[in-house]
């Protein structure tokens, strides 16, 4: 049985974190700061961490991803559409913060997904979904068995990521949403990358975008 966390990490930001775990296994998706914070987690959990996931790769997604990744030497997925955002903090935005930019000089550790896959971790059949529009790469994560999806800053309760940032398209977002994850099923429980959860069902009804 897959269990779910929410984590709220980073004060400015109020970053969602997922743990996502099946026994003893997990998954970390969106370290996007205060990186002990999770790893004390997983510590007083007794979980083991197989693998990282990231929606995108704007900075209060990835702000604590080197420290985790290095900690575990767990593999990172991300889509290869958000590559530069990872080496040049002037595309993750994080040289605004005020805070020690963040950049890798080494992808070593990345499986970069180009289209939709599957990816079987912790006995899930895992749909990794490109739904770009907030970003050119952004990914959410649809975990069948469990009837929920991870959306990142695409889907939101009552909204939608912005699209004002380099790399955003209103129209894009918005047919990603409508044919990667509105054909969801209507019972699809949606964590998104900022605030309360969802399902596809209310938002298809609710959300003033469509």
């Not at 020690?100 to 990345?110: R, T, W």
């Not at 180009?114 to 979904?129: A, F, P, Y």
Request: aromatic share 10%; proline share 6%.
């Amino acid at each position: 049985m897959l269990k779910i966390y929410p984590m709220t990490v980073g004060a400015a930001f109020q970053t969602n974190c997922y743990i996502l775990s099946a026994g003893d296994g997990a998954i970390i998706v969106d370290p996007g700061d205060e990186g002990s914070k999770i790893i004390t987690y997983l510590a007083t959990q007794r979980l083991k961490p197989v693998a990282i996931f990231i929606t995108h790769g704007h900075f209060d997604h990835i702000g604590a991803l080197k420290e985790v990744q290095e900690k575990y030497g767990i593999p990172v997925y991300a889509h290869q559409d958000e590559a530069k955002l990872f080496t040049d903090s002037k595309f993750n935005f994080s040289w605004k913060t005020g805070r020690m930019p963040v950049e890798f000089n080494d992808l070593s550790a990345f499986n970069f997904v180009c289209k939709d896959e599957v990816i079987e971790l912790l006995d899930q059949n895992i749909n990794v979904l490109h739904v770009p529009g907030h970003s050119p790469g952004s990914l959410a994560f649809y975990f069948k068995d469990a009837d929920v999806v991870i959306t990142g800053d695409a889907l939101f309760k009552g909204s939608i990521g912005r699209t004002d940032l380099p790399g955003g398209n209103h129209e894009q977002l918005l047919k990603s949403i409508e044919t990667k994850l509105f054909t969801l099923p209507d019972s699809t429980v949606v964590y998104p990358g900022h605030g309360p959860a969802t399902t596809i069902g209310n938002e298809k009804r609710m959300n003033p975008f469509f």
